[in-house]
């Protein structure tokens, strides 16, 4: 080969991490268009983009009576502000959690280029990028991206030997916003300040004043209402003023089982599988003290993995450990799933490529567990295809002539039904695809890699490659796109229509759904704020006035809200537990809105105007 021809090609292989960063960043950035526009509002969106507009024209303030935040007040206000910048409405929200969620990607990025070198940086990216379920949730108008985002750059600012005093400033000042944003990120603060100390000495006191005054700042405003956040945490007295002892029964208080439990743990690791099993297997493949590049190393591997793990922990005692939001697991973990993909950064390079045998035999075993357990998490997308799977006639051990499917064995044998039925076999299926995969691994590392690493070793990394490039398989259904319509122009449409029969300054009733997105374009009007947080903020039987306070309603302040509303906006879903109320004496409808919300059955808007 020339000379020419060789400084070309080691020009190439400079540029190629680069180029990968940058399709990568493109394929994310395609898709996460693609789910902003397709996928039905939640709850928890219409909550922060409504009450942020409410919060930002000042027409309501955070922790006011009559309104509830039940989340730190930039969770609202960040969202709230940026739609007073560039017009309030689905769009506006997306878009900016579609920009949170590049940053984020982008901020993973520049962390890994730091800590480990150009091509792990680059695959970080694609960690995301094959991520579509990620994408989607970080695309939504809720606060996962947002997080994600801080999260990301508060790393790229202190990991590190030899941070400038300003970036330590700077990582105080994102860690005390993130905890401003969801209070449930407040042990990161005070993990960040400890790492700080370690590795930084004095200079980690400016990282925990910025981040401390940050949060006395923002808390001042409201005080004391603003410390109802706080009465989560263990051995906090709260004033009386925060603490609400109006009583009544919850309309949702669910009564989850444990087997429901144990799926919401499988689906986390199913859609967070990069992030989880890296970390249990860098935890497992631990360097040996000689073998960290340098001392700094070994710091950052130690804060990241208390980092990661101590977060796991506090959220899945407060989603698997309660009954009120069990399936929020896989959620929850989308705040900090960075610090994960970081840590398999950081030590891929240096892991014990021969762990004791102990530590490869249980290395073999978790992934069996693993393997079983996203089996079972994913039976809803697998499990009635394997039941039609042809299966073998069979009597007395004997086998008969014809086939049946495997439906048929087990209704006719064990007599499941047929939700059991598609949970076992595809838990089997799953226990299957993780024997085979590691008895296939078990046959190349003895022919090839047997000198060179460990066999737990070995699968441990076939199986993180296969799980990278395969995401968009284990992701299944929820990656998939939920509409084929476009879900944004849908509500602005919805929003037009609704202007244009809803006079200004009219009390509106809403029942028009989970997600309140349509009455983002109507801003002149009078709602009913515990309305936005729709049952999940009703409490049958408790004090009114108590309630009011929180931002919870009961069925007093209901009848008081039917008796005087002036609009009635009810889904059509939803229409026949109203049919009685609205006699024609007293109400007439207009015409339907000429679209749903979004696809699903069902979700076009009624609207009612007492004569």
Same mark, same amino acid.
């Given at each position: 080969?020339? %000379? ?9 292989l ?16 395609? #898709?996460?268009?693609l ?18 507009i ?5 027409k ?17 206000l ?6 007073l ?15 949170f969620?590049? @940053? ?10 730091r800590?480990? *070198? ?24 809720v606060t ?7 999260f990301?750059?508060?790393l ?20 005390g916003?993130?905890i401003?944003?969801? #209070? ?32 006395v700042?923002? /808390? ?7 410390? #109802?956040?706080?009465? !989560? ?11 609400y002892?109006?009583?009544g ?15 919401s ?10 992030a ?7 935890f497992?493949? !631990?360097?040996?003290?000689?073998? !960290?590049?340098? %001392?700094? $190393?070994?710091r ?5 993995l ?7 922990? @506090? ?17 929850y ?7 994960? =993909? ?16 102990? %530590? ?9 567990? =693993? ?19 042809p299966?073998?006639?069979?009597? $007395?051990?004997?086998?008969l ?5 495997? !439906?048929?064995?087990?209704? *006719?044998?064990? /007599? ?9 076999? &595809?838990a ?8 085979? =995969?590691?008895?296939a ?9 047997? +000198? ?14 296969m ?14 796109? $939920?509409?084929?319509? $476009? ?17 200004? +300054? ?11 997105v ?7 009007? +009078? ?11 009703? %409490? &049958?039987n ?12 009961n ?10 509303? +002036?609009?009635?906006?009810?889904e059509?879903e ?34 009612? /105007?007492?004569?």
């Open positions: 080969m020339s %000379r020419i021809a060789l400084s070309q090609k080691q020009k190439w400079a540029y190629a991490p680069n180029l990968a960063v940058l399709l990568g960043i493109m394929v994310y950035l395609v #898709q996460a268009v789910f902003a526009h397709t996928t039905p509002s939640s709850l928890d969106e219409g909550a922060y983009l409504l009450k942020g409410l919060f930002a024209t000042g309501y303030q955070p922790f006011e009576a009559g309104i509830s935040t039940n989340k730190a007040p930039l969770a609202f960040i969202p709230g502000y940026v739609q910048l560039f017009g309030a409405g689905l769009r506006t929200g997306r878009y900016l959690a579609v920009f969620g590049v @940053m984020a990607v982008a901020g993973t990025w520049v962390a890994s280029r800590i480990g *070198n150009k091509w792990l940086a680059a695959g970080t990216v694609w960690v995301f990028a094959l991520s579509p379920a990620l994408i989607k949730l970080y695309s939504l108008g996962q991206s947002t997080i994600a985002c801080l990301a750059w508060m790229v600012f202190s990991l590190g030997e030899n941070r400038p005093l300003w970036q330590l400033m700077l990582a105080g000042l994102l860690a916003l993130m401003m944003v969801r #209070q449930n990120m407040v042990p990161v603060l005070p993990l960040l300040a400890l790492y700080a100390f370690w590795e930084h000495g004095w200079k980690a006191f400016a990282l925990l004043i910025f981040g401390m005054a940050v949060m700042l923002l /808390h001042i405003p409201y005080l004391p209402s603003i410390l #109802q956040l706080w009465g !989560w945490v263990p051995y906090i007295q709260l004033p009386a003023q925060a603490t002892s109006g009583g029964i919850p309309s949702w208080n669910p009564d989850i089982s444990l087997i429901s439990r144990v799926l743990i499988f689906q986390a690791i199913r859609l967070h599988f990069v989880v099993v890296g970390s249990i297997v860098s497992l493949l !631990w360097p040996k003290l000689n073998s !960290w590049r340098k %001392r700094s $190393d070994f950052m591997g130690a804060f990241l208390a980092l990661f793990w101590g977060l796991i922990i @506090m959220h899945s005692l407060a989603a698997i450990g309660q009954d009120y939001c069990v399936f929020c697991f896989t959620s973990i989308a705040f900090f799933n960075i610090a994960g =993909i970081l840590l398999l950064v950081l030590l891929a390079k240096s892991w014990n490529w021969r762990p004791s045998k102990i %530590r490869q035999a249980l290395l073999i075993v978790v992934f069996l567990i =693993i393997f079983t357990g996203v089996g079972f998490s994913a039976f809803e997308d697998i499990g009635i295809r394997l039941l039609n799977l299966a073998p006639r069979m009597r $007395d051990l004997r086998i002539p014809g086939l049946v499917t495997w !439906w048929d064995i087990l209704s *006719n044998k064990f /007599h499941l039904n047929i939700n059991e039925a598609k949970k076992y076999v &595809s089997f299926w799953g226990f299957a695809t993780g024997s085979f =995969i590691i008895s691994g078990f046959l190349i590392w003895r022919r090839m890699w047997r +000198d060179k690493a460990g066999l737990g070793a070995f699968i441990a990394t076939l199986i993180l490659v799980a990278l490039f395969l995401s968009p398989v284990l992701h299944g259904s929820s990656g998939k796109l $939920d509409c084929n319509s $476009d879900v944004i122009l849908a509500n602005e449409k919805i929003g037009e229509y609704l202007r244009g029969i809803i006079p200004r +300054d009219s009390l509106v009733y809403w029942n028009g759904g989970l997600s309140a349509p009455l983002l374009y109507l801003p002149d009007v +009078d709602i009913f704020p515990p309305q936005i947080n729709s049952g999940y903020s009703f %409490r &049958s408790g004090n009114t006035a108590e309630l009011i306070e929180f931002g919870f309603w069925e007093e302040m209901d009848a008081e809200w039917r008796a005087t509303a +002036d609009f009635f906006i009810i059509s939803r229409y026949n537990e109203w049919k009685k109320f609205f006699n024609p004496d007293q109400f007439v409808e207009f015409v339907r809105s000429p679209i749903g919300t979004s696809c699903l059955k069902e979700s076009q808007l009624r609207i009612f /105007h007492r004569k």
